[in-house]
């Protein structure tokens, strides 16, 4: 695993890169971050992304928090047109590396991740062949206070989405994942949404070890992996 720095407006923002052995190109995933950022979780997705074959590239989007704050903590500060802006600028390192099959970039990402891979999908012309939601909260807020949700630029993303949500989760309630959905359909965006009824929010992470958890994060991560490949 590397890591890179891009320049955003005089601010390094790191990026945690995991590759495939060998010259390429390999097809790449843009890994949006959860809320606990570059934690273990993060670095075992990129791992799991790299075992599958794909060049998995994570941008560090807590890079402006202000000192005295850390992990989770940076959320609050995150903005939507700066996350935008950083998603773009990896997107396009990612299509420039020579190991990176250009036409093949996918977005993917758990939790505000999720939030982030479909705003991304939308908002960022990267050529995204694919998106992948994991449980995406906060859909319906503005984060930045800066204007509109990432709900109403839904009907923008122009690749197949496949989502994967527990029916116990909150945040995204299942009445929100049907919101997400009913947008969707009405922009004719091709996508797919698994549902899994004994699971709440997280259920990927391996800090949920109960049984019905871990059988709806292989599942997920199974489907995800086929989804990809095609």
């Known amino acids: ?19 495939p052995a060998g010259d390429g190109p390999h097809p790449a995933v843009l890994l949006m971050f959860h809320r606990g950022g570059f934690d273990d979780f993060t670095k075992g997705r990129l791992a ?17 928090c202000p000192d005295g704050h850390e992990g989770g903590d940076c959320k609050q500060f995150l903005k939507d047109s700066e996350i935008i802006e950083e998603t773009r600028a990896a997107a396009d390192y990612l299509r420039a590396r020579p190991d990176v099959a250009g036409n093949r970039l996918f977005i993917l990402g758990h939790c505000m991740g999720g939030r982030m891979a479909l705003m991304g999908a939308a908002r ?4 995204f062949r694919g998106c992948v939601v994991f449980y995406g909260g906060g859909m319906f807020l503005s984060w930045g206070d800066e204007g509109e949700a990432p709900i109403e630029w839904l009907g923008e993303i122009p690749c197949p989405v496949i989502g994967f949500f527990g029916d116990h989760d909150v ?30 929010h997280g259920f990927q992470n391996p800090a949920h070890d109960a ?20």
């Open 171 to 200: 945040n995204p309630s299942p009445e929100d994942v049907n919101k997400i959905d009913a947008r969707l359909t009405q922009a004719g965006v091709p996508h797919t949404f698994h549902r899994y009824p004994d699971v709440g």
């Open 1 to 19: 695993m590397e890591t890179v720095h891009l320049d955003i407006h005089g601010h390094a923002m790191d990026m945690l890169i995991d590759a």
């Open 48 to 64: 799991a992304l790299c075992e599958g074959g794909f060049l998995a590239c994570a941008p560090n989007f807590y890079h402006r």
């Open 124 to 127: 960022v012309d990267a050529g």
């Open 211 to 230: 049984p019905e958890t871990r059988a709806a994060s292989q599942d997920a991560w199974e489907k995800t992996l086929d989804f990809l490949g095609k």
